[in-house]
T-cell receptor, first 114, second 113 residues
Framework: AQSVAQPEDQVNVAEGNPLTVKCTYS??????LFWYVQYPNRGLQFLLK??????LVKGSYGFEAEFNKSQTSFHLKKPSALVSDSALYFC????????????FGQGTTLQVKP | DTAVSQTPKYLVTQMGNDKSIKCEQN?????MYWYKQDSKKFLKIMFS???????INETVPNRFSPKSPDKAHLNLHINSLELGDSAVYFC????????????FGDGTRLSIL
């Protein structure tokens, strides 16, 4: 069965430092991977996706993600964190069914401290 | 201007009541979704419609009934509300295709007294 795991409930970083939010996946066939961000009392916002091609994907707000097929990972990264990046981050994978529904990880809270 | 809008934003009601949540998107997308986010922020798909046809129907109590009058609207009706229905319900939309990102509304916060 398709699944996605975010092993950290919370990640704490200092402003200006690089950040990484981890995601691993399990899917049959080629993975379609997504990152979303959720700010308090708001819906999810799309950040970036990996479908095929370059393993390093660039997205919104300076975020990027590295796809690693051998480690079945899709970690979200940013070279220099901002306090405004503090939010809840979700990794998601399309399942292999013909409906292509999204399966979300449990979310990781990113706290960036000044 | 809002791409995916849900009404109401907050819904407080008593156990046993029937309520509806409405969703509209102005992005021209042909696929719409309902998600439930529980108190631990876990997000799960409930239903999805593509061009008004139901394509995803997860294991959801039949007290929940979606309805899509046209491609731009997807409503959710809930009968006989229970305490466990308290959650945030999100509507989303996308173009058809596995590589298409979904656009989410800001949610309807349902509280059952």
């Amino acid at each position: 069965a398709q699944s996605v795991a975010q092993p950290e409930d919370q990640v704490n970083v200092a402003e200006g430092n690089p950040l990484t939010v981890k995601c691993t996946y399990s899917v049959s066939g080629n993975p379609y991977l997504f990152w979303y961000v959720q700010y308090p009392n708001r819906g999810l916002q799309f950040l970036l996706k990996y479908i095929t091609g370059d393993n390093l994907v660039k997205g919104s707000y300076g975020f990027e993600a590295e796809f690693n097929k051998s480690q079945t990972s899709f970690h979200l990264k940013k070279p220099s964190a901002l306090v405004s990046d503090s939010a809840l981050y979700f990794c998601a994978v399309r399942d292999g069914s013909n409906t292509g529904k999204l399966i979300f990880g449990q979310g990781t809270t990113l706290q960036v401290k000044p | 201007d809002t791409a995916v809008s849900q009404t109401p934003k907050y819904l407080v009601t008593q156990m046993g009541n029937d309520k509806s949540i409405k969703c509209e998107q102005n992005l021209g997308h042909d696929t719409m979704y309902w998600y439930k986010q529980d108190s631990k922020k876990f997000l799960k798909i409930m239903f999805s419609y593509n061009n008004k046809e139901l394509i995803i129907n997860e294991t959801v109590p039949n007290r929940f009934s979606p309805k899509s009058p046209d491609k731009a609207h997807l409503n959710l009706h809930i009968n006989s509300l229970e305490l466990g229905d308290s959650a945030v319900y999100f509507c989303a939309s996308s173009r058809t295709g596995y590589n298409q990102p979904q656009h989410f509304g800001d949610g309807t916060r349902l509280s059952i007294l």
